[in-house]
């Protein structure tokens, strides 16, 4: 069983910045695979960042060059530093860990998830 809790969502103008942050608890296998979602109103959850224990990542063409994912594996936190934010970035965020996944960006792959925290960007 993996524990996820999200934390520095707000509101922010276009063009700010957030990080966002994510406890993970419980066992370090199932969350070999961590990831950062979003859903907005009215759409589907679409990936935005991964990562792995080995400090593999990959990006949604959507934001790179934008956000960055990180991890600190002492403090079994996983981060991601939003920069250059824009109103089409706002939605819930959640952060999801699993032990296998087919895809890193997929929704799907994921079993473990957190509740989300809420990301606005105002023009």
């Known amino acids: 069983q993996v524990q996820l809790v999200e934390s520095g969502g707000g509101s922010v103008q276009a063009g700010g910045s957030l990080r966002l942050s994510c406890a993970v608890s419980g066992s370090t296998y199932s969350s070999y695979y961590r990831g950062w979602f979003r859903q907005a109103p009215g759409k589907g959850r679409e990936g935005v960042a991964a990562i792995d224990k080995r400090g593999r990542t990959s990006y949604d063409d959507s934001v790179k060059g934008r956000f960055t994912i990180s991890q600190d594996n002492a403090k079994n936190t996983l981060y991601l530093q939003m920069n250059s934010l824009k109103p089409e970035d706002t939605a819930m965020y959640y952060c999801?860990?699993?032990?296998?996944?087919?895809?890193?960006?997929?929704?799907?792959?994921?079993?473990?998830w957190g509740q989300g925290t809420q990301v606005t960007v105002s023009s």
């Open positions: 999801a860990a699993d032990a296998t996944i087919a895809s890193m960006l997929s929704p799907l792959s994921y079993k473990y």
